[in-house]
């Protein structure tokens, strides 16, 4: 069945999905953020997306931020594109236009902190910013698992998880985006399901120290010796620190061995901007000197670091974790919210 689709947000990830959508035969509009306009403007000029460097679907509508009553006119299906930063001002914006029994399906990445501690995710913070009239007769879901943006667009298999609290809008949804080469498995663990996709960012980044403690010794030696050993011991720590959190938050534990967890961090360790800034810190910068390196890029890993820095000290004074509880994320809190110099706690893993 065709469905009308519309997609707000312009960037890498969020255009991605309309391939897929365009490639099942379903109406896609692309709105534009207010931070978009030169990627909407290449769309509609040269059906180009500058920074996927590939033309975009011929039936994808590309439209600017101030068009989004229209794009928004009749849609079955909003895709929240925008970054973590972003999904306070996407509720409000498109909450005015929105319909009994639309869904809305977020590529978005990320975490809130509740003042005791307690994690936000952000479908719950995007639904927390639309109009009460509509906010319990909207489907939220989202989406988690490997999936690089670039390799999406270039129609290369993809494995992901839909996840919804409501069964059947993940199962719709699947059966919306669901192609030969994007295949989607749904659940109705969408905190679970986020908790993995926030935090992998964080962990990422330590795997990102690596390459940078590994330049500070000069390289890999005569024989050949890198620092493999202990980039997987980082990656280890961080899947069995996701798990914990699963378990404190009352999710499925798996989803941290399976495709929203190892999964998703194995595909964001193969570069990217959390790899990117994980070595500068891991050469000796302080987060505050790699920021400026990096500035107009969206650090989600640092964000994350800094989310955990507030909420694990509150949910230690509850006695809901203990103090050798998460010693890598409290290693990264250290470095990026402290400016500390890295220092891998290999002592305290997996114990």
């Known amino acids: 069945m065709m469905a009308n689709i519309a997609i707000v947000g312009a960037g890498m990830m969020g255009t991605a999905t309309a391939y897929p959508l365009a490639d099942n035969g379903h109406v896609v509009r692309l709105v534009g953020t207010h931070l978009d306009g030169d990627i909407i403007q290449s769309c509609q000029e040269r059906r180009y997306h500058p920074r996927l460097k590939r033309e975009i679907p011929s039936t994808v509508q590309p439209y600017y931020v101030d068009e989004m009553r229209e794009a928004l006119d009749g849609v079955d299906v909003i895709v929240s594109g925008v970054n973590s930063m972003g999904v306070h001002w996407v509720g409000q914006t498109i909450g005015p236009y929105l319909q009994p029994g639309q869904l ?34 909207v489907k939220l879901a989202a989406i988690g698992g490997p999936c690089i943006a670039g390799e999406l667009a270039g129609r290369r298999p993809s494995c ?3 996840a919804s609290r409501d069964r059947d809008a993940a199962e719709q949804l699947a059966a919306i985006f669901r192609t030969p080469y994007y295949h989607v498995r749904t659940t109705t663990d969408l905190l679970g399901l986020e908790v993995c996709a926030a935090l992998k960012n964080a962990y990422a980044l330590a795997v990102g120290l690596v390459a940078g403690l590994l330049e ?46 190892a999964g998703d961090l194995y595909v964001t360790c193969q570069g990217g ?46 006695g809901v974790i203990a103090p050798q509880d998460f010693p890598l994320m409290r290693a990264l809190v250290d470095i990026v919210v402290h400016g500390r110099s890295v220092d891998v706690p290999l002592d305290t893993f997996l114990s």
Do not use: Y
């Not at 809305?104 to 913070?125: C, Q, R, S, W, Y």
């Open 104 to 137: 809305i399906i977020a590529v978005t990445k990320g975490l809130e902190a509740a003042p005791n501690g307690d994690p936000i995710i952000l479908p719950d913070v995007l639904a927390a910013e639309l109009p009460s009239s509509v906010r319990d007769w």
């Open 160 to 162: 992901v998880v839909f």
């Open 216 to 261: 500070q010794a000069g390289e890999p030696d005569a024989a050949g010796a890198h620092m493999h050993n202990l980039a997987a011991a980082i990656f280890a720590q961080g899947c069995a620190e996701i798990a914990r959190m699963l378990q404190i938050v009352g999710a499925t534990r798996a989803l941290a061995c399976g495709l929203p967890g």
């Open 273 to 318: 901007r959390n790899m990117r800034l994980g070595r500068l810190l891991g050469l000796g910068h302080t987060f505050a000197e790699a920021q400026e390196m990096m500035a107009g890029e969206t650090l989600e890993g640092a964000e994350i670091a800094r989310v955990m820095g507030d909420a694990l000290p509150r949910l230690q004074e509850r």
